[in-house]
């Protein structure tokens, strides 16, 4: 059988342009430039992954340490503290603005390291599930970590796999596939790689094909990746939810709801208080004590003297 020809770095389509289940399995391997029988060679595969990278969806971008901190100084009871502590420095109390201002980055600190430790844990944890996939390469099934599989490969499909790409039937036997995940229908869908589908056949109904994130619930098969990482089906629902900002749970308005009130109490208390101080402070110093100078009253160290000084005169 020949060999047909491996297509250059520009020659190769874009993986998720063209409308594969429209095709059949020998038009969809002619097209990707694969060799059914032996799969893509080492070179080409290392070539292909060059080209269109690591079969992974993009991580989400990671917040810089000053946009955590101002993430964090954001929140209504820290604006609180740094509201109290400017105004402790207005009135002049400089040790209590210190100390306020030093419990803000005691907290700030600790919410922002906890939240990395966090992303960490879930980052490693995430390396130890890593998928692999049984990839045809030179000719032999060959175990490989899902993220190194390319489009053009061949890849055996079976009962309990998850998909590791989008990618179009060769051959079927029985094989049935969840595919709740991009759906969110829990019914197995069957599958048959003979069918050649119109071009405005929705995502649920390509029977022909199956998509990363989807799992093998019985039977198996072989298929030919068509779109890895971000451009597959699984990447484009992933890249919308990203778009989307998740609504508040009714706890955590609850909680924004009651830490504005909080806030404004604590203000409240914040102004009145010293200005109260402030009142009865002006208030005493404007009194004059009786005996004091220039009060008009001279009070005696000894009463009985004045009574004496009384009882002569008269």
């Given at each position: 059988?020949?060999?047909?020809?491996?297509?250059?770095?520009?020659?190769?389509?874009?993986?998720?342009?063209?409308?594969?289940?429209?095709?059949?399995?020998?038009?969809?391997?002619?097209?990707?430039?694969?060799?059914?029988?032996?799969?893509?060679?080492?070179?080409?595969a290392?070539?292909?992954?060059?080209?269109?990278?690591?079969?992974?969806?993009?991580?989400?971008?990671?917040?810089?340490?000053?946009?955590?901190?101002?993430?964090?100084?954001?929140?209504?009871?820290?604006?609180?503290?740094?509201?109290?502590?400017v105004?402790?420095?207005?009135?002049?109390?400089?040790?209590?603005?210190?100390?306020i201002?030093?419990v803000?980055?005691?907290?700030?600190?600790?919410?922002?390291?906890?939240?990395?430790?966090?992303?960490?844990?879930?980052?490693?944890?995430?390396?130890l599930?890593?998928?692999?996939?049984?990839?045809?390469?030179d000719g032999?099934?060959?175990?490989?970590?899902?993220?190194?599989?390319?489009?053009?490969?061949?890849?055996?499909v079976?009962a309990?796999?998850?998909?590791?790409?989008?990618?179009?039937?060769?051959?079927?036997?029985?094989?049935m596939?969840?595919?709740?995940?991009?759906?969110?229908?829990?019914?197995?869908v069957?599958?048959?790689?003979?069918?050649?589908?119109?071009?405005?056949?929705?995502?649920?109904?390509?029977?022909?094909?199956?998509?990363?994130?989807?799992?093998?619930?019985?039977?198996?098969?072989?298929?030919?990746?068509?779109?890895?990482?971000?451009?597959t089906?699984?990447?484009?629902?992933?890249?919308?939810?990203?778009?989307?900002?998740?609504?508040?749970?009714?706890?955590?308005?609850?909680?924004?709801?009651?830490?504005?009130?909080l806030?404004?109490?604590?203000?409240?208390?914040?102004l009145?208080?010293?200005?109260?101080?402030?009142?009865?402070?002006?208030?005493?110093?404007?009194?004059?004590?009786?005996?004091?100078?220039?009060?008009?009253v001279?009070?005696?160290?000894?009463?009985?003297?004045?009574?004496?000084?009384?009882?002569?005169?008269?």
């Amino acid at each position: 059988m020949s060999v047909p020809p491996v297509l250059k770095q520009d020659e190769l389509p874009p993986a998720n342009d063209r409308q594969w289940y429209t095709l059949t399995a020998q038009q969809t391997v002619a097209q990707l430039g694969t060799d059914t029988p032996n799969g893509l060679m080492t070179m080409e595969a290392q070539r292909r992954l060059a080209q269109s990278g690591l079969n992974r969806l993009p991580a989400r971008k990671r917040r810089s340490i000053p946009a955590e901190f101002i993430k964090e100084l954001r929140e209504p009871l820290i604006l609180m503290l740094l509201v109290t502590g400017v105004l402790y420095g207005l009135w002049g109390e400089f040790s209590d603005t210190l100390t306020i201002f030093a419990v803000i980055l005691v907290v700030l600190g600790v919410e922002i390291f906890n939240e990395r430790r966090a992303e960490q844990a879930i980052g490693a944890l995430g390396k130890l599930a890593e998928p692999t996939a049984s990839i045809r390469r030179d000719g032999q099934y060959v175990t490989l970590p899902a993220e190194q599989i390319v489009p053009g490969d061949l890849v055996l499909v079976q009962a309990g796999q998850r998909v590791p790409a989008d990618a179009r039937l060769i051959t079927t036997v029985g094989l049935m596939a969840d595919e709740s995940s991009l759906s969110g229908e829990s019914i197995a869908v069957e599958k048959d790689a003979a069918l050649t589908l119109p071009a405005e056949t929705p995502l649920t109904e390509r029977h022909n094909m199956v998509f990363a994130g989807s799992t093998i619930s019985q039977g198996q098969g072989t298929a030919v990746v068509v779109a890895t990482g971000a451009v597959t089906e699984l990447g484009h629902i992933a890249a919308l939810a990203r778009r989307v900002k998740p609504p508040r749970t009714a706890l955590q308005i609850s909680m924004r709801a009651l830490s504005r009130w909080l806030v404004w109490i604590a203000l409240g208390f914040s102004l009145v208080i010293p200005l109260l101080g402030w009142l009865r402070g002006r208030c005493g110093g404007g009194k004059r004590r009786l005996g004091s100078p220039g009060s008009g009253v001279r009070l005696t160290d000894q009463p009985g003297r004045a009574l004496r000084q009384g009882s002569r005169t008269a």
